[in-house]
Structure formats: C-alpha cells, structure tokens
C-alpha cells in the first residue's frame, strides 16, 4: 500500500507565504511525476504545478513566478512554496505522485493522492 500525507496548509493573509509539502510512504520502488492540484469552492479542480523525474516543471499561468515546486527523491517528498498569496489562491491543495510499487511491472505506475490540506488567504 501507498500513502500520501500532505501538510504546511493553513490561514494565510494576501502577500503571505505558506510551504506546503506531501510526503509519500509504502512499498515504492520509485516514483516519476508529482504534482499538485487545487479546487475551490464552486470550482473545477485546476492542475497547479508539476515536475517530473528528470526535474523539469511546469506551472499554472496564474502562479508562474510565486510559486516553486521542488522534490526531495531521499525522501519521496514533493513541495510547493507559494508566496505573494492571492486570495484567488484560496483553495484545497492536493497532491499526486505518480508511483511504480515494489514487484509491479515497468510501466504501470499509479497516480496516487493526498488527502487535501486547506490552504486559506485572507484579511
């Protein structure tokens, strides 16, 4: 089994900066892309930023130069450091890892989820 634990979500007020970070445990033999998504309320979830194994990443039009994604492989850990939050930011964060589980075959790795962490920006 994988688990995926997210954490660093929280209030925050517009121009403030929170690190959100997503750490994944279980049988894993490696893991390619991860990633993290974010849905606000009414809204359709929205791909925020990824980066792949190989270390390059892509980001949102709408957070490209605030935020920073970055993984630490030692310890199947992706972050996301969001500064200069907007309250358009507000939203539940939800990471992905894409992950190859000890024994499975090559290629058929598995898009796991963390469990969201709220991340709010307010006055």
């Known amino acids: 089994q994988v688990q ?8 925050v007020q517009p121009g403030g900066s929170l690190r ?3 750490a994944a445990s279980g049988s894993i033999f490696s893991i390619n892309a991860m990633g993290w998504y974010r849905q606000a309320p009414g809204k ?3 791909l925020v930023a990824t980066i792949q194994s190989g270390g390059s990443t892509n980001y949102a039009d709408s957070v490209k130069g605030r935020f920073t994604i970055s993984r630490d492989n ?3 850990t992706v972050h996301l450091q969001m500064d200069s939050l907007k309250p358009e930011d ?3 964060y939800y990471c992905h ?3 190859l589980r000890i024994g499975s075959s ?11 962490t709220q991340v709010t ?3």
Not at 4 to 11: H, M, Y
Request: with cysteine.
């Open 4 to 11: 995926l634990v997210e954490s660093g979500g929280g209030l």
């Open 20 to 22: 959100l970070s997503c």
């Open 44 to 46: 359709e979830r929205e």
């Open 74 to 76: 030692t310890k199947n």
């Open 90 to 92: 507000t939203a539940v």
């Open 97 to 99: 890892a894409d992950i």
């Open 106 to 116: 090559y290629g058929s790795n598995v898009r796991y989820w963390g469990q969201g």
């Open 121 to 123: 920006v307010s006055s």
